[in-house]
Each structure stands twice: as C-alpha cells, then as structure tokens.
C-alpha cells in the first residue's frame, strides 16, 4: 500500500490566509497530526477524520505518528502553524524519514505545502519592515546551545539586518529577550523601531510598537513575534516600513542622482567599491577598521 504525509503549512490560521492547496490537503486527509492549538484552528475542518493532537514539544512523536499511519497505507496531514519548513514539522519528519531509511522513491510519497511564516504575517500587520535584507533567529535554547544563538544575534545585528525574533519568550525562558537586547544595543541605536505582533490574524492579535530600548519591557510571549528594524527602518503613521534603497539612487523627483545609472550597481557597489579603495591607498588593516570587514577579505579584494 502507498501512503503519503503531507506536511502542511496552516499561515497564521486564520481560514482566510490558508491556501487552497491546504485546505485540499487536509480534506485530502484520512489522519491529521498536530499540536493541540493548531488543531484548534482547523477543527470544522476535520470531521469523519482520525485526529491525533500531541503537545509542545512532541515534534519527534507526530513525526513516527505519520510515519506509521503512512506505512499503513494512510493519508496524513502533518500540520504546523506558518509554514512547515520554517521553524515547522518539515525538518524533524525528514530526521525521522531519513533515520527510517525512507528515500523519495520509496511507497510513501511526501509533500510540503507551503504556508505563509509568522514573519510575513505579523510584517504585513505593521506595514514593510522587510523591503530589505532580513533574517530570521529563533530564541529557544530547548535545542540550540546559547551561545550558537547569541553569535546569530551579534552577527545579524552588526550586519544591520532587520530581524524577526521567533520564540522569544515563554512561562520558563525569560531572560533569552532581554539577551538579545543587550547584544543588539551594542550596534543599534536605541530609538530602533521594533514591534511586537502577538497572535496575527487570531481572535486574540495584539500588535505593539515600542523601540530597542524598551523592547524587553514590551508584553511578549510565545505566541508573538518580535520585529526588529534596522539602522533606516522607521515607524510613520502607525506604520512600520525599511527603505529599499531608492532614496539614495533618485531624487524626490525620480531623476537619478550624479554618479548614478539607472539599471546599474550603485557606484558605491562592489566595482565602484573596489576602485576606491584600490585608489585610496590605504592598507588592508586600515580599510578592514573602516569597512569592518575581515582583513583577508580586504587583501583578497585588493589582489583581485
């Protein structure tokens, strides 16, 4: 018998932001696999079903649930919440596949249907904090040794990227928000825009803007996500936006700026880059203090 998992992304869980591939998925379904809240959030959805709800940290255990009923011949749905491969089931089911021997041309077929993640949603509550680079960083330390985590806060603050925070606090883990706080106030302004979004698209939403230094202050749980801008990012009339860039390219008129090409790298991008500081006649320790790039990088730049 041939049976199949499909790994499920639910959105935010509002039915208005599941997709059609999703809800075809579930009805598809003869067993569904969960975590007990994101049963909830598609319960009209699941008569005549086998449910099987598992809790918190039970990821593991609803990954060999679907492998079993699988083998059996049965259609699982394996829900997360957002989007599977994103913080989501994708990863341990795969573990527990791979551990089982399972190949992609084995009896049991294995589809991911994508959802949209807690960062595009709570993003599209608050209005464009990702129009630039982004990345995403989960606090929980119940799998990723603390220093692991801190490194990722340290780089990506440095980096001036805009940061989603995922699990940045529960009953139990208190102190990992006021952490990475700590590590992003020694490279970000204080006055940087953040906003917490609690429950997006859910009955119980909150949405709240705050600053970096009063982040730790902000009312954040587990059901939130925590936003943070980078060096550009500002917040103007309830909204949270990060410029793409064009202000430095066009003028208010949209007539390209001296020294700029329409279609074009900056001249300030890596050609124009490495022309200057070839012409600058500095050292690579000299250039690595003032670019804060690592000095191997600069000498490679330097001999290319």
Not at 241 to 259: E, L, M, N, Q, S
């Amino acid at each position: 018998m041939t049976g199949k998992i499909m790994l499920v992304g639910l959105g935010p869980g509002n039915h208005d932001h599941l997709t059609a591939r999703a809800r075809a998925a579930i009805a598809e379904a003869d067993t569904v696999i969960g975590y007990v809240t994101y049963i909830r959030l598609v319960t009209e959805l699941l008569d005549g079903k086998e449910v099987i709800k598992k809790g918190m940290t039970e990821e593991l255990d609803r990954a060999v649930e679907a492998l079993e009923r699988a083998r059996q011949g049965r259609k699982v749905a394996l829900i997360s919440s957002g989007d599977a491969g994103v913080y989501g089931m994708a990863g341990p089911t795969f573990e527990v596949l791979f551990q089982a021997g399972w190949t992609p041309d084995s009896d049991i077929e294995v589809e991911i249907v994508p959802g949209a993640s807690a960062l595009n949603s709570c993003a599209a509550l608050v209005g464009a904090p990702l129009t630039h680079d982004f990345c995403a960083i989960s606090l929980s330390d119940l799998l990723t040794p603390w220093p692991v985590i801190a490194r990722r806060l340290d780089a990506a603050a440095a980096a001036d990227f805009v940061v989603a925070l995922y699990n940045p606090k529960s009953g139990r883990r208190t102190a990992q928000i006021v952490e990475a706080q700590r590590l992003f106030l020694r490279h970000r302004d204080p006055a940087t825009p953040v906003a917490v979004v609690k429950s997006a698209y859910r009955p119980k939403q909150r949405i709240e803007f705050t600053t970096l230094d009063q982040m730790a202050e902000a009312e954040i749980g587990m059901l939130s996500t925590v936003l943070i801008g980078n060096s550009n990012t500002y917040i103007r009339n309830g909204l949270m936006v990060t410029p793409r860039g064009y202000a430095g390219k066009y003028d208010d008129a949209g007539t390209v700026r001296d020294g700029e090409r329409a279609g074009h790298s900056l001249s300030s991008g890596l050609d124009g880059w490495r022309a200057e500081i070839l012409a600058s006649g500095k050292s690579a320790a000299e250039l690595a203090r003032e670019h804060r790039l690592p000095v191997d990088y600069i000498k490679v730049v330097l001999a290319s």
